[in-house]
């Protein structure tokens, strides 16, 4: 059974870039659709932007020009990197696998504050 | 980019059924929406139920069910039980273009 994991820091300045990685296990990165949902506190789900296994991205026009995804295939991993945050960007941040299904890493929770 | 519309709350009995709707600003929901729904308790990460308008994980309630309805996809479930209480959300994924959650919808079993 595929399993994602999210990892990366807790704390985030303003303004500084909040970088988050998520490990795959069980299943192949080279397929499928690999994305990142955000979810503010008490609020709804958020998709911020799909990477293709090939490396082509789809990203939500509301953030577009603060995010970079990435992916290594090598280490069966893919990344956000969203610059420039403030205290709106605080939320869980969820790594999900799709196409023929869907399966969600647990999330983890981004605070930005000084 | 379209915005993705769903019922605010929603109530159903115990042993009731009830109809969730997702519906798009940008017209009809089709099977090339490939939709998703997706249930989420308090503090879970949220779970796959249906996806490509129909079909089930291997862990999906056979009392749920998912369908296209009127020009929205749509979430059945026949048979509540207590713990199919939660928030439950679509989500629409066009192959090349941005894709949409809905607001979600509160279920309550009462």
């Known amino acids: 059974q595929v399993q994602l994991q999210e990892s990366g820091p807790g704390l985030v300045k303003p303004s500084e870039t909040l970088s988050l990685t998520c490990t795959v296990s069980g299943g192949a990165i080279s397929s499928h659709y690999w994305s990142w949902i955000r979810q503010p506190p008490g609020k709804g789900l958020e998709w911020i932007g799909y990477?293709?296994?090939?490396?082509?991205?789809i990203y939500n026009p509301s953030l577009k020009s603060r995010v970079t995804l990435s992916i290594d295939t090598s280490k069966t991993q893919f990344s956000l990197k969203m610059n420039s945050v403030t205290a709106a960007d605080t939320a869980v941040y969820y790594c999900m696998r799709s196409f023929k299904g869907a399966y969600w890493g647990q999330g983890t929770l981004v605070t930005v504050s000084s | 980019q379209a915005v993705v519309t769903q019922e605010p709350s929603l109530t159903v009995s115990p042993g009731g059924t009830v109809t969730l709707t997702c519906g798009s600003s940008?017209?009809?929901?089709?099977?090339?929406?490939?939709p998703y729904w997706f249930q989420q308790k308090p503090g879970q990460a949220p779970r796959t139920l249906i996806y490509d308008t129909n079909n089930k994980h291997s862990w999906t309630p056979a009392r749920f069910s998912g369908s296209l309805l009127g020009g929205k996809a749509a979430l059945t479930l026949s048979g509540a039980q207590p713990e199919d209480e939660a928030d439950y959300y679509c989500?629409?994924?066009?192959?090349?273009?941005?894709?949409?959650f809905g607001g979600g919808t509160k279920l309550t079993v009462l």
């Open positions: 940008a017209g009809a929901v089709t099977s090339g929406h490939y």
């Open positions: 990477i293709h296994y090939t490396g082509s991205t």
């Open positions: 989500l629409l994924s066009d192959s090349g273009i941005p894709w949409v």
